[in-house]
């Protein structure tokens, strides 16, 4: 119903009561309450941002090379779209770099990663690193798999290698706010670089 329903409801039209973004807000809601509920969760993964520091060189190395790669991606087989946003609409670019982050990384941390990872650890009876594996590869599927709203191939074809390295992120972390930190530089620049086109910012 979470990972799988939800997302099939939205993109196949089902209903028009519940957009996108308010079923993810809903879902993060209903996550966070469980989390907190439950006495095994720990807490300080919701704030602790103390992993950052030894993180943040190789997630910076890692942007650079993912900045390259998509600047040069949208110049060859895109060119109207590069950069098209903030040339064309630079206050609703700076609205998006400021509240993308807050009210959509957040949540989705929340729900594909932080909720993913401690709810579903112990159905997976197998060696720590095969599950550290396995719920890499779920987390990144199923975070992929929720950009089938978008009803276009590119949006969940960027969202899956994405995804994967988030979830190794958080899996190395243990901190949502490492994790939404590397998912909002990138969210917000392929917003930039003019990939917003496929995720319904037109």
């Known amino acids: 119903m979470l990972y799988i329903g939800g997302p099939l409801v939205i993109c196949m039209r089902l209903t028009s009561r519940v957009n996108a973004f308010e079923m993810l807000w809903l879902a993060a809601a209903i996550c966070l309450v469980l989390l907190l509920k439950d006495p095994t969760f720990d807490r300080r993964q919701l704030w602790d941002a103390a992993p950052l520091r030894p993180q943040l060189p190789q997630i910076l190395a890692l942007f650079a090379a993912g900045v390259a790669t998509l600047t040069a991606l949208v110049h060859a087989y895109a060119p109207r779209l590069l950069f098209g946003l903030p040339r064309r609409d630079p206050r609703m670019w700076a609205l998006i770099l400021i509240s993308y982050p807050i009210l959509s990384v957040l949540p989705q941390t929340l729900v594909y990663r932080?909720?993913?990872?401690?709810?579903?650890?112990?159905?997976?009876?197998?060696?720590?690193?095969?599950?550290?594996?396995?719920?890499?590869?779920?987390?990144?599927?199923?975070?992929?798999?929720?950009?089938?709203?978008?009803?276009?191939?590119?949006?969940?074809?960027?969202?899956?290698?994405?995804g994967l390295l988030f979830a190794t992120r958080y899996h190395n972390t243990r901190s949502l706010c490492v994790s939404s930190l590397e998912h909002a530089l990138y969210g917000c620049f392929l917003f930039s670089v003019g990939l917003g086109h496929y995720f319904g910012m037109l």
């Open 114 to 162: 932080v909720f993913l990872f401690h709810r579903y650890r112990p159905l997976l009876r197998m060696a720590p690193n095969q599950r550290a594996a396995v719920l890499i590869v779920v987390s990144g599927v199923a975070f992929c798999f929720s950009h089938i709203v978008f009803r276009n191939w590119v949006a969940p074809a960027l969202t899956l290698p994405g």
